[in-house]
């Protein structure tokens, strides 16, 4: 790190087991991602119950190169973090999945769904339950009615669609075929 690691006690004494504890998780992280630039971590106990004693709060401020990561682990009903070992976990294994997911934006790893190919019915066979299309780029591609999502009856020859292309046995077939509305063109 750039930065010296920066660890604050609220409402609580300082304790040199809990710094260790961070100083290793801290550690931990920088082998998931060598350029984190700064760290700060606050420990606080807010909340002071006689019944369920202390619930504590941690949060992580990372600081890495194209923007930052931060990770707030409040005590909820579900999780009542009444161990400050437990909430301590539990923070930096969410800063490490912000952190993973945050290097996969930077590779741009992160899935973009493309939109589905769009086409025309060319062709279609009612008794027997199939039919073609026409792609953009004019090929044909066999359908059987049951990849319609929708009612195979109401298609018309002309009607555009959108669909996924499959091998089938016979050549390209289409399937999850989802007809669009008037206003799509193709």
């Known amino acids: 790190m ?86 301590i976990q539990h923070a930096f294994e969410a800063a490490r999945r912000q952190l993973e997911e945050h290097i996969r934006r930077l590779r741009k790893e992160v899935k973009s769904h493309e939109p589905a190919p769009r086409a025309r019915v060319s062709s279609l066979f009612p008794e027997e339950g199939y039919g073609f299309l026409t792609t953009a780029d004019g090929r044909e591609v066999y359908f059987h009615q049951n990849a319609v999502l929708g009612d195979f009856a109401q298609l018309q020859v002309g009607a555009e669609v959108t669909f996924i292309e499959e091998a089938g046995d016979k050549g390209p077939q289409a399937s999850t075929i989802h007809p669009v509305g008037r206003h799509n063109h193709l």
């Open 2 to 87: 750039q930065t010296p690691l920066q660890i604050a006690f609220n409402g609580m004494d300082r304790s040199e087991a809990v710094r260790e504890l961070i100083e290793e998780k801290v550690a931990w992280l920088e082998r998931f991602h060598d350029r984190i630039t700064g760290c700060r971590v606050v420990i606080e106990a807010p909340h002071r119950h006689h019944r369920r004693g202390n619930q504590y709060q941690v949060r992580i401020d990372l600081t890495v190169p194209g923007g930052e990561v931060v990770v707030n682990r409040e005590p909820s009903q579900r999780t009542a973090f009444k161990d400050l070992g437990v909430a």
